[in-house]
């Protein structure tokens, strides 16, 4: 990177937090030092948006905050800016896929999480993830044209796998299917991923993108890779993320972030 960094953007799960779901003492203390600085940080995450408030509130952070990978857009202060929800049909087909794989299904609007089983999988650990209740509904018809994302749940990574694959196909070009964690597969708005985010954060700052510095762990993560001045992979991404990284950090439960912010991204501001 030969610019000066000017523009932070962070993704939040297997990056800016723990494995644990907290923000590190030292997380904390360096998102500050970027603060000093007069580096802005923002951050992207495929979680709805509210689920990112509380993050956003300990780390004193001003700008907008990016859900469902960048399907969302909302203020600090809970204002929804901007919003893209799922077409309806794809969002059907992607319903139908999980249920005839037995897979569970979530559906996220930009308020609620909404869900059938309180007892499914991972219900207890994204309530911990986010910090808010679902909401148990019979059926997810009366709020397909709400869909900011749909999540199908299993941990048969496997079969995860073979779905994304499956799904991205049926759905073309007309929605996104992408996995956030081996054990999520996300569907969002087409023009809902991550390089896109970062493209509409750098503009409201006023930043160019050759300015930017990324970080992430997932290959959901790699559009903002493929966009920004200079990406830095965690230690805990797969060889396949880190190859496409400028650099690659200690991982997110051993102060990964809080290392580069200061040996890789502090060392080139303006």
Do not use: C
Request: no cysteine.
């Amino acid at each position: 990177m030969s610019r000066p960094v000017r523009l932070v953007v962070s993704d939040v799960d297997g990056t800016l937090v723990q494995t644990d779901k907290s923000l590190a003492p030292g997380t904390v203390a360096a998102a500050a030092r970027l603060r000093a600085a007069g580096i802005p940080l923002a951050i992207v995450s495929a979680r709805p948006p509210r689920g990112m408030l509380w993050i956003a509130q300990e780390l004193g952070l001003a700008g907008l905050l990016a859900g469902f990978n960048g399907g969302t857009i909302m203020q600090p202060d809970g204002t929804v800016v901007e919003q893209h929800a799922v077409p309806p049909d794809a969002a059907r087909a992607a319903l139908a896929l999980f249920a005839r794989s037995n897979v569970s299904a979530w559906l996220f609007t930009a308020e609620e999480w909404l869900a059938q089983d309180p007892d499914g999988p991972h219900v207890a650990h994204e309530r911990h993830t986010v910090r808010f209740h679902e909401r148990i509904v019979e059926g997810f018809d009366p709020y397909i044209g709400e869909a900011g994302k749909l999540v199908g749940v299993t941990d048969d990574a496997p079969l995860l796998a073979r779905l994304e694959t499956e799904l991205q196909a049926m759905l073309g070009a007309t929605a996104n299917a992408k996995r956030s964690q081996t054990y999520y597969l996300d569907v969002t708005h087409r023009e809902a991923n991550k390089g896109n985010a970062v493209r509409m954060l750098a503009a409201h700052v006023g930043v160019d993108l050759a300015e930017v510095a990324v970080l992430g762990d997932m290959e959901n993560d790699l559009p903002m890779f493929d966009v920004a001045g200079f990406a830095v992979a965690m230690g805990n991404a797969s060889p396949a993320v880190q190859a496409r990284a400028a650099a690659v950090t200690g991982t997110n439960d051993a102060d990964g972030w809080a290392q580069a912010v200061d040996q890789l991204i502090l060392t080139r501001r303006g």
